[in-house]
């Protein structure tokens, strides 16, 4: 139900842009966002928008960097990221909120993709 693509290896300082394609009934009414889980670690919210997409929230790590945005009558979620950084290496997945709204935590989201990996070498 949440397909994410555009993932890739690429230098540091340059950008991608991340694609989730969701089914309607998924996610028309629902908050989404965007967690990463680098090897080895926990999942960490990146960037959330919410149902109807006017209000975002990002974590501060991506602050600046990262647009999280959503086109509603195509079903999908985008994620912009410029000035990538080997931190930012991870595999980035996009998930569908239990609400309107979303928040950071991921027991706030029921649907989730399979990811897309980004890797950022310096």
């Known amino acids: 139900q949440l397909q994410a693509s555009g993932g890739g290896s690429v230098q540091a300082g340059d950008s991608l842009r991340l694609s989730c394609a969701a089914s309607?009934?998924?996610?028309?009414?629902?908050?989404m966002a965007w967690f990463r889980q680098a090897p080895g670690k926990e999942y960490e919210f990146v960037a959330g928008?919410?149902?109807?997409?006017?209000?975002?929230g990002y974590a501060d790590s991506v602050k600046g960097r990262f647009t999280i945005s959503r086109d509603r009558i195509k079903n999908m979620v985008y994620l912009q990221m410029n000035s990538l950084r080997p931190e930012d290496t991870a595999r980035y997945l996009c998930?569908?909120?239990?609400?309107?709204?979303?928040?950071?935590?991921?027991?706030?989201?029921?649907?989730w993709g399979q990811g897309t990996l980004v890797t950022v070498s310096s």
């Open positions: 309607k009934r998924t996610t028309s009414n629902n908050g």
């Open positions: 998930a569908a909120s239990r609400s309107a709204g979303g928040g950071t935590s991921r027991s706030s989201y029921n649907y």
């Open positions: 928008v919410n149902w109807i997409g006017e209000a975002t």
